[in-house]
């Protein structure tokens, strides 16, 4: 398993190209997208790089797997552009050894299924990594509208790690093992 994961994106074109072509160097299998797929939303700025049509178009033209949850910006308008199921409020992977919880994070916890070793959220545009008795919180941070003083990031799921990176350098910003290493 290599998944990619974008959160927030927030209908910024030139993130998302850049990352989807450091992508095409790597062997990725699917694209995870954590919510907020083309709205900024009225508490965000328009971004200069703001088309949310090119990016709806960018994200039709992936051809590898893609799963999606919804982000509090996302629309039903938004479903028209984007040809993939994106109003799910949260969904899972199962994996050999995890059960992984993908919300976009505004919901109440007590709307969310309790059942995880590992949530994987959006929502708050600040990347995260944070262990809380035996789960594990991840948030890959925005592509688009980064917070916190951190840059715009992104991350990478595999079968025994969460690696989040800077969408701009690509270099590491946080990383953790499933297994505590």
């Known amino acids: 398993m290599n998944i990619l994961v974008l959160s927030d994106i927030h209908g910024a074109l030139k993130p998302l190209h850049d990352i989807l072509a450091y ?4 062997s990725f299998d699917t694209v995870l997208f954590v919510g907020d797929f083309l709205n900024p939303g009225p ?3 328009i971004t200069p790089s703001y088309n949310p049509t090119q990016v709806a178009d960018q994200i039709n033209a992936i051809t590898l797997p893609k799963l999606a949850v919804r982000g509090n910006c996302d629309s039903e308008v938004d479903q028209m552009l984007i040809h993939l199921p994106l109003m799910n409020d949260y969904l899972y992977l199962k994996t050999p050894r995890k059960n992984i919880l993908v919300t976009h994070g ?3 916890p007590e709307q969310l299924p309790e059942a995880f070793d590992i949530q994987i959220s959006g929502h708050t545009h600040i990347p995260l990594i944070a262990r809380e008795k035996d789960r594990l919180f991840l948030n890959p941070g925005s592509i688009a509208l ?6 715009p990031s ?6 025994t790690d969460f690696t989040i990176r800077n969408a701009e350098s690509f270099q590491v910003l946080m990383q953790v093992n499933f297994d505590g290493e």
């Open 146 to 151: 980064p917070k916190g003083g951190f840059p």
């Open 154 to 159: 992104f991350g990478e799921l595999t079968d």
């Open 23 to 26: 992508a095409g160097l790597k």
């Open 43 to 45: 508490r965000n700025p």
């Open 106 to 108: 505004h919901l109440h």
